[in-house]
């Protein structure tokens, strides 16, 4: 192989890393912020649950 399919070569491989890097960085960004928004919905929930149950809101 010559210089130059060497070099396209290892470019389109340094692309094809990085994207996938990217997202997975991406996608357990969004999974993290899913599961807070989830955390917080249940305390809310729990916390309303207990409000209403004693009945002094």
Known sequence: MNNKGFAVT????????LL???????LG???????NQKNFVDDVNNNL???????GC
């Open 49 to 55: 649950t207990e409000c209403l149950g004693r009945g």
């Open 20 to 26: 996938s890097l990217v997202m997975f960085t991406v």
């Open 10 to 17: 290892t470019m389109v491989y340094a692309s094809i890393i």
């Open 29 to 35: 960004i969004v999974r993290n912020e899913y599961n």
